[in-house]
């Protein structure tokens, strides 16, 4: 049974940090594609932050609003996933989602629908 289970969220003032983790069972993080998406309230779900795999060495892409913010890593050897979130604003307030993608799926990397696995995800909560 795949299992992925975020943590790290909480409430922080604009301008603060805050690290979300993703732990992974199940499933092979090596080699296959993770992200980082987030929904806010009313709002569609979408991609902030991938780590692609397929290679020795996974590649990171982010969205737009988040770039030089945020930064994703993965753990191989412990299945994990990061996000370090830096200069948090009030509109980063999402429920933040890990997923899982295979590797043999190219593209459409911040597509939702192009993910296999989902997180149950963690809020953040940025006042300003």
């Known amino acids: 049974q795949v299992r992925l289970v975020e943590s790290g969220g909480g409430s922080v003032q604009a301008g603060g940090s805050l690290t979300l983790s993703c732990a992974v069972s199940g499933y092979t993080v090596a080699g296959n594609h993770m992200g980082w998406f987030r929904q806010a309230p009313g709002k569609a779900r979408e991609g902030v932050a991938i780590?692609?795999?397929?290679?020795?060495?996974?590649?990171?892409l982010y969205a737009d609003p988040v770039k030089g913010r945020f930064t994703v890593s993965r753990n191989n050897a412990e299945n994990t996933v990061t996000l370090q979130m830096n200069n948090l604003k009030p509109e980063d307030t999402a429920v933040y989602y890990c997923a899982a993608r295979f590797r043999r799926s190219w593209g459409a990397w911040f597509d939702p629908m192009r993910y296999n696995y989902w997180g149950q995800g963690t809020q953040v909560t940025v006042s300003s």
């Open positions: 780590s692609l795999g397929g290679s020795d060495t996974s590649i990171p």
